[in-house]
């Protein structure tokens, strides 16, 4: 059973260029967090997804980013015209329900973004 | 708001050294806590979790934690460290159909 995979790994991007981070859930599981760790601080809560609905979306910067989860396929976080603030190490972790308590959540690897 | 507080950011200890990390955490209400590990360059996983029952948690690798409802606490801890404990530990918190909210982390070194 193939854990959360996240790609790429590592990314590399200009300023101004468009990110794209891309996140397969573990088999059987619909909700799709992403959390933002930049360097020196803890993991940051960006947004919980079930499929084809954002739940909550408090942590996301109000401009440049987005997130979704589509009916088919991986949930992906979109950053717009890339900042050197946007370095940082991404994860993305799923669980099988959402709102019940006793689902911890599973980890990816996270993508790494460096800004450039 | 929720929030959870880590009281150190770095340790160093040498091996076979006790450790204990600090936690505590806002909320009001059933709350269930957990305490993650990142070995350099992995991602997150699961060490214990906390959910109701004994507040004496045991997890992998030789780690407990204990709950303490009235300290709004849940520190980690294991008794004799070895040199592969090296890592970042979190100590994560989640009210009922609030999002996982991590504290700041822990940064432990075991000198071999």
């Known amino acids: 059973n193939a854990g959360v995979m996240q790609n790429p790994r590592h990314l590399v991007r200009r300023r101004g260029q468009e990110a794209r981070l891309r996140c397969s859930p573990m088999?059987?599981?619909?909700?799709v967090y992403w959390y933002r760790q930049l360097p020196e601080e803890g993991l940051k809560f960006m947004v919980y997804?079930?499929?084809?609905?954002?739940?909550?979306e408090s942590g996301m910067p109000k401009e440049r980013f987005s997130a979704e989860f589509p009916k088919e396929g991986p949930s992906i976080l979109r950053i717009q015209q890339v900042v050197r603030g946007d370095s940082a190490a991404y994860f993305c972790?799923?669980?099988?329900?959402?709102?019940?308590?006793?689902?911890?959540?599973?980890f990816g690897n996270g993508t790494r973004l460096t800004v450039t | 708001a929720q929030s959870v507080s880590q009281h150190n950011h770095h340790v160093i200890l040498s091996e076979a050294a006790s450790l204990e990390l600090g936690c505590n955490y806002s909320y009001g209400g059933t709350v269930n806590l957990f305490w993650y590990v990142q070995y350099p360059g992995q991602h997150l996983q699961l060490l214990l979790k906390?959910?109701?029952?004994?507040?004496l948690v045991k997890g992998i690798k030789g780690f407990e934690a204990e709950f303490i409802k009235s300290k709004f606490s849940f520190n980690l801890r294991k008794p004799s460290v070895q040199w592969s404990d090296t890592a970042e530990y979190f100590c994560?918190?989640?009210?009922?159909?609030?999002?996982?909210?991590f504290g700041g982390g822990t940064r432990v070194l075991v000198k071999p």
């Open positions: 906390y959910f109701s029952g004994d507040p």
């Open positions: 972790a799923s669980s099988p329900t959402g709102g019940a308590n006793n689902s911890p959540l599973h």
């Open positions: 997804l079930q499929k084809e609905n954002i739940i909550d």
């Open positions: 994560a918190a989640k009210a009922a159909g609030n999002k996982l909210t």
């Open positions: 088999k059987g599981h619909s909700h």
